[in-house]
């Protein structure tokens, strides 16, 4: 998988890359994202009464996953992905980043521990994942 142009399907038809979006949606219970292989993924803004895990998942593009400004009643568990980040693009380069924490009332494990850093090599951001 590469995100360098169209792919074949659904996704030629619009110029597109593949990727996966999940935003802006309630989950009443858990939600488990798990072997996806794409371009790209989000799971932005998700009000979620259980636990979210998402695991075994690998991306081609840098900016990978992006798991933003989540409200999760139960656990975050992020393991085994190419790469998880909790702040996106300020412009059309990887770095700066602007933090957008996820809120999380259980538990943080794996990848989802510690927040991705918002500058190229610098140290983790503000607050936790």
């Known amino acids: 998988?590469?995100?360098?142009?169209?792919?074949?399907?659904?996704?030629?038809?619009f110029g597109s890359p593949v990727y996966s979006t999940y935003e802006d949606s309630a989950v009443h219970g858990d939600v488990m994202i798990s072997g996806v292989r794409s371009c790209?993924?989000?799971?932005?803004?998700?009000?979620v009464s259980g636990s979210m895990t998402i695991n075994n998942n690998k991306m081609a593009d840098p900016d990978a996953m992006e798991i933003n400004s989540n409200q999760i009643a139960g656990d975050l568990t992020c393991m085994r992905n190419s790469m998880a980040w909790d702040s996106s693009e300020e412009s059309n380069n990887l770095f700066p980043r602007m933090p957008e924490p996820n809120t999380v009332d259980g538990a943080r494990v794996g990848q989802c521990v510690l927040s991705s850093?918002?500058?190229?090599n610098g140290p983790p951001g503000p607050g936790p994942f």
């Open 117 to 120: 850093s918002v500058t190229d």
């Open 1 to 13: 998988m590469n995100c360098d142009g169209p792919t074949t399907g659904v996704f030629s038809l």
């Open 40 to 47: 790209w993924m989000g799971v932005i803004r998700e009000d």
